[in-house]
């Protein structure tokens, strides 16, 4: 996987690869659960609070975040995240020295979702705008901490490896053998037979694993920069969608036509005319005027209701979507696609 570029969205990731989810403060001394979840050794404790006397019986506490059942004796200090948040740290304060961190959320607008009409219209109006000017950020390793190497191993592991599911793909679609990639089937391809999980009029396939708890994070390649570049602004007249990348709740309908919004448990972004959009309801959100990213990152925090959408490379904001609360049901990433010219790829995750 290529590293990422440097810009103001890398401290906002390191930032909350450093967070504990109790607290919502950097870790302190962090402990590991049988889940794989981790948090601060004092945070945890109060959580689970005194245990029993030796001898009574007593329940097993729970991971507070996936609800596993995880025993006492399964905690072990997770050195390792302790090592890259005193990393974080350091490479967060570098950053924030060349004047990265006060452009960190740039030309993104974040609606409150889940708490529309039936109309459709967000009777909240709660958009937010960031206008803060980016400033010019270094770009060379000189001016990084010598660990930085982890730094970007620490971004790479927050990468899923995830595959496609291809009971959900619709009949015109074709995944690939390794189940990553998706693209139009050539003309005269037979018909999968429909299940009710399948999409029968979105051009739609979703991931073959779900999320109901935790953060998340997976990146999907696009031709799209690649292959119209020169026809962007003759096809920007033309309307159409080439392709959409997110995520969707598994409520949401494969049978009939699906509007894609935070309505419908649905949050993406769409590539048409050389531009990239985030599908908010009623009318898509125009994200810049320059090309769409050839690589976009999708990032889920399901118990923060939260959804956002990076450039794969330099990791600055694109778009987030805010609910007021977890997300209630189970997540999986979604991809669409009706343009030959537009397969989307998911990038395999490492680590």
């Known amino acids: 996987m290529e590293a990422p570029e440097l810009g103001p969205g890398l401290v906002e990731r390191l930032e909350q690869l450093a967070t504990c989810p109790l607290c919502g403060g950097p870790f302190e001394d962090p402990v590991l659960l049988a889940c794989e979840h981790s948090f601060c050794r004092a945070c945890l404790a109060r959580c689970w609070g005194t245990p029993t006397a030796r001898g009574a019986e007593a329940a097993t506490p729970a991971c507070p975040c996936c609800g596993r059942p995880c025993p006492r004796r399964s905690l072990r200090s997770n050195v390792r995240l302790a090592v890259e948040v005193r990393i974080s740290r350091g490479l967060c304060e570098k950053l924030a020295e060349s004047g990265a961190r006060a452009g960190r959320r740039r030309g993104g607008r974040i609606p409150t979702m889940g708490c529309l009409d039936p109309q459709g219209e967000d009777i909240r109006k709660t958009w937010r705008r960031f206008d803060v000017p980016t400033p010019k950020s270094s770009n060379t390793e000189e001016d990084l901490p010598e660990d930085y190497p982890v730094v970007k191993n620490m971004l790479h592991r927050l990468t899923e490896d995830l595959t496609l599911d291809p009971r959900t793909a619709h009949r015109r679609l074709l995944i690939s053998s390794d189940g990553r990639a998706v693209s139009l089937a050539p003309p005269g391809s037979p018909a999968p037979l429909d299940d009710p999980a ?137 991809l669409c696609t009706c343009d030959p010219r537009a397969p989307l790829r998911i990038v395999p995750g490492e680590g």
């Open 198 to 334: 399948r999409f029968n009029q979105l051009p739609a396939v979703l991931g073959a694993q779900g999320f109901a708890s935790g953060r998340h994070c997976w990146e999907v390649e696009t031709a799209e920069a690649a292959t119209r570049g020169d026809s962007a602004t003759e096809d920007a007249d033309a309307g159409e969608s080439s392709y959409a990348v997110g995520a969707a709740g598994e409520s949401v309908a494969r049978k009939g036509r699906v509007q894609l919004c935070p309505a419908e448990a649905v949050w993406a972004v769409e590539g048409r005319g050389g531009r990239l959009w985030a599908l908010t309801g009623p009318e898509p959100t125009l994200l810049g005027t320059g090309t769409p990213p050839r690589r976009i990152r999708v990032d889920l925090d399901w118990e923060r209701g939260r959804v956002a959408f990076y450039d794969g490379r330099s990791l600055d904001l694109l778009f987030a979507f805010q609910a007021p609360g977890p997300l209630g049901q189970r997540v999986f990433p979604l």
